[in-house]
């Protein structure tokens, strides 16, 4: 499709590496693509911003109009993790105290800048208009209902929902047993390759997902 990148034309971004079944959309933005890493069946829709030191896995999602910014500490997205529509993952913040000038037109030396490693771990879900600021981490398998804010570290394997987010729910973990027969059916497929995907299925699913997860909490 016209609207994403061609393999050829992702080859010149100038991507620190990036694999196989790629949907990039041309309205996305790339800062800084040499320290952009990008794994197999990724998709990343429009209007979406990607800065600095990003590492993403394989089979991820990150829906229309998220932001992921990071410094050298990095922030890592996991093999199956999702980001749904107009999330934030700020892996630095100025300081709001007044200890420091503010924004990216004044020299560092004058600015507080805190700055920490984000991780989303695999299966990990983050909800619409979510947020994760720095010091936040999903464990593995967490997901987040829409509308909530992660500033401190998660724990594997329940549903978080709020500002500041709380532990509301256990997770099943029924789509590991799914993860393996995906990964068996395409190795028995395609010799190990990677076929391509319906990537507006993983969208449809996530939203229902965090819906879900609102509906229960209201």
Same mark, same amino acid.
């Given at each position: 499709?016209?609207?994403?990148?061609?393999?050829?034309?992702?080859?010149?971004?100038?991507?620190?590496?990036?694999?196989?079944?790629?949907?990039?959309?041309?309205?996305?933005?790339?800062?800084?693509?040499?320290?952009?890493?990008?794994?197999?069946?990724?998709?990343?829709?429009?209007?979406?911003?990607?800065?600095?030191?990003?590492?993403?896995?394989?089979?991820?999602?990150?829906?229309?109009?998220?932001?992921?910014?990071?410094?050298?500490?990095?922030?890592?997205?996991?093999?199956?993790?999702?980001?749904?529509?107009?999330?934030?993952?700020?892996?630095?913040?100025?300081?709001?105290?007044?200890?420091?000038? #503010?924004?990216?037109?004044? *020299?560092? %030396?004058?600015?507080?800048?805190? !700055? $920490?490693? +984000?991780?989303?771990?695999?299966?990990? @879900?983050?909800?619409?208009?979510?947020?994760?600021?720095?010091?936040?981490?999903?464990?593995?398998?967490?997901?987040?209902?829409?509308?909530?804010?992660?500033?401190?570290?998660?724990?594997?394997?329940? #549903?978080?929902?709020?500002? *500041?987010? %709380?532990?509301?729910?256990?997770? !099943? $973990?029924? +789509?590991?047993?799914?993860?393996?027969? @995906?990964?068996?059916?395409?190795?028995?497929?395609?010799?190990?390759?990677?076929?391509?995907?319906?990537?507006?299925?993983?969208?449809?699913?996530?939203?229902?997902?965090?819906?879900?997860?609102?509906?229960?909490?209201?």
């Amino acid at each position: 499709m016209d609207s994403f990148y061609t393999k050829k034309e992702l080859e010149h971004l100038g991507f620190k590496s990036i694999g196989n079944n790629i949907f990039l959309s041309k309205k996305a933005s790339f800062y800084n693509p040499e320290k952009i890493s990008i794994g197999n069946n990724v998709r990343i829709d429009d209007f979406v911003i990607i800065s600095g030191y990003v590492t993403i896995g394989n089979f991820v999602h990150i829906a229309t109009g998220s932001v992921v910014m990071a410094k050298k500490e990095g922030i890592f997205i996991e093999d199956f993790a999702g980001i749904s529509i107009q999330c934030k993952i700020l892996g630095s913040s100025d300081d709001f105290s007044g200890n420091g000038l #503010i924004g990216p037109c004044v *020299p560092e %030396k004058y600015r507080q800048i805190s !700055s $920490k490693t +984000i991780r989303l771990q695999k299966h990990s @879900l983050l909800g619409c208009n979510s947020i994760i600021l720095p010091g936040g981490n999903l464990a593995e398998g967490v997901s987040v209902g829409v509308f909530s804010l992660i500033n401190r570290p998660t724990k594997e394997w329940g #549903i978080y929902f709020g500002i *500041p987010a %709380k532990r509301i729910l256990e997770r !099943s $973990k029924n +789509i590991l047993q799914l993860e393996e027969e @995906l990964l068996k059916s395409k190795k028995s497929q395609w010799g190990g390759g990677h076929n391509k995907l319906k990537p507006h299925k993983a969208s449809l699913s996530f939203s229902i997902h965090t819906s879900s997860i609102l509906l229960q909490c209201a």
